[in-house]
């Protein structure tokens, strides 16, 4: 008998709560967490994108000062979801050895660098952070939340820009089944939203210019979508062996009970159109969870709201799943978290398998007709629920999908 | 500019509670800022980039090695200003 993989804890700060429980409220509510940009910046560069979906608490307002300077606000936002995990798991005791941090992020400490560059060009070599490199680094989440919790079971910090949060639920699950440890603490931060990774994405003409309706601009799988709403925020989950958990008498939130990946091989950016890759990663999720199509209620779809990705996923969702599952996108509420992304919306999974809804997704007025899925909109929808898929993809052709299933 | 002892200790426990978070009272000269106060090797750094600013000395990294303890801080700068 293979060992399952549970999840024992949750944690979250996104553009709709500072916590697992509010964002999980506004997600289901309805809610949007995307806002129009205030800073002088905007103006100063005349940036075509003039929206975003700022966290909705700031990391600052629940961390000690001294550890909110030395961190990066992508750390900030990683350990307050670790921490917020931890606590619902119960603070596992579990041997430093025996547990692990995953945490991915697609930028890291873009803030830092940015910051820092502006202090050597502006006072000199002296004035520049001598925490400046451990702030910025990509594996900087991973680590401090490893630190914090005297993991010695390894730490590791998948980068695969948009699937980031997937991936390191992925290799999470792996450690796990391999009996590398009991305990990994898993999931993707991202805290990004700065004038040259809106200008870079704006060229790209991958990002939503609906500045005047900032709440109406992320349009998952409708006709009139325009492109995704950046985000910031963090996901994460404790996840253990169902042996260790069942024997120190943990509560199970539900199961990660497969995992696919796949890579197109296409473009660096673009999507292969026909979703092709994005399928085979669903149906090796399904296979290694030993799930049938017909057993998958519910998919928590990447949609982004770009238009190739939106119709190549949906493609992907028929071949791999079906028609029959209740699709929702909440990139319409959350925006794109980016490396936090495929952690935040398996938490929403999760949730939903647990509760028994689907969110809706935020302005979906008119179906694009090559969808052909169910979604839900306008307010959620009861189902039950035995398995759910989360979908994630990343610039340079990174496909992930996880399958959950119920506790 | 600072002129005794005092005033100079004062200043330099404004500086570490900043850049570290240690109480004030915390900050007395026979502590060793690595043994006692817990100050890593990275928030030394930072310390001495504060202290030349507020009090106009240099803190080249030959010295900075042989600064342990918070009397050692001061000593220098009241020397050195």
């Given amino acids: 008998m293979t060992t399952e993989v549970v999840v024992t804890g949750l944690g979250a700060t996104t553009p709709l709560g500072g916590d697992v429980a509010s964002t999980w409220d506004a997600l289901r509510a309805g809610k949007s967490g995307v806002v129009a940009l205030t800073e002088d910046w905007v103006d100063r560069f005349d940036l075509p994108v003039r929206i975003a979906a700022k966290l909705a608490v700031d990391p600052t307002d629940s961390l000690p000062r001294v550890q909110a300077r030395r961190w990066d606000r992508c750390e900030q936002v990683a350990m307050i979801a670790a921490r917020e995990a931890w606590r619902h798991a119960g603070v596992p005791d579990v041997e430093p050895e025996r547990l692990a941090v995953v945490i991915g992020t697609g930028i890291g400490g873009a803030l830092t660098l940015l910051g820092q560059d502006d202090l050597l060009e502006t006072a000199g070599m002296r004035k520049v952070s001598p925490l400046t490199i451990p702030m910025l680094m990509p594996n900087g989440p991973a680590a401090h939340v490893g630190l914090d919790l005297h993991a010695r079971g390894g730490v590791h910090a998948p980068v695969a820009a948009c699937a980031s949060g997937a991936e390191a639920l992925v290799i999470a699950w792996r450690m796990l089944r391999a009996g590398e440890v009991d305990v990994v603490v898993a999931g993707g931060a991202e805290a990004c939203i700065v004038p040259i990774t809106l200008a870079g994405f704006a060229q790209m003409r991958t990002m939503s210019t609906r500045n005047d309706e900032p709440e109406r601009a992320s349009r998952p799988f409708d006709i009139a979508r325009d492109g995704f709403v950046l985000g910031e925020g963090a996901g994460v989950m404790v996840l253990e062996r169902a042996e260790f958990a069942a024997a120190r008498g943990a509560a199970r939130h539900g199961r990660l009970a497969g995992v696919g990946t796949s890579s197109d091989g296409y473009h660096i950016t673009g999507p292969e159109p026909e979703g092709i890759g994005a399928g085979r990663a669903i149906s090796a999720a399904l296979r290694t969870a030993g799930l049938d199509k017909a057993d998958v209620g519910h998919v928590n779809a990447h949609a982004t709201a770009t238009s190739v990705g939106d119709v190549a996923e949906a493609a992907a969702i028929r071949a791999a799943v079906g028609d029959h599952a209740v699709v929702t996108a909440p990139k319409g509420a959350l925006g794109h978290l980016i490396g936090a992304a495929g952690a935040v919306e398996g938490l929403a999974c999760v949730l939903a398998l647990r509760d028994g809804v689907v969110p809706p997704t935020l302005n979906l007025e008119n179906p694009d007709p090559g969808v052909q899925l169910d979604v839900v909109t306008g307010s959620a929808r009861e189902v039950r629920l035995r398995a759910a898929v989360n979908d994630s993809f990343g610039f340079g052709g990174h496909n992930v999908a996880l399958a959950f299933t119920s506790a | ?81």
């Fill in chain 2, 1 to 81: 500019m600072p002129v005794t002892n005092e005033e100079i200790l004062h200043g330099l426990a404004q500086i570490v509670h900043e850049v570290a978070g240690i109480e004030k009272n915390e900050i007395t000269p026979e502590k060793s800022f690595v043994d006692e106060l817990d100050i890593d090797s990275l928030s030394m750094v930072e310390i001495a980039v504060q202290v030349e600013d507020y009090f106009g000395v240099k803190v080249p990294d030959d010295v900075l090695a042989n600064l342990k303890t918070v009397g050692d801080a001061v000593d220098y700068v009241a020397k050195t200003t």
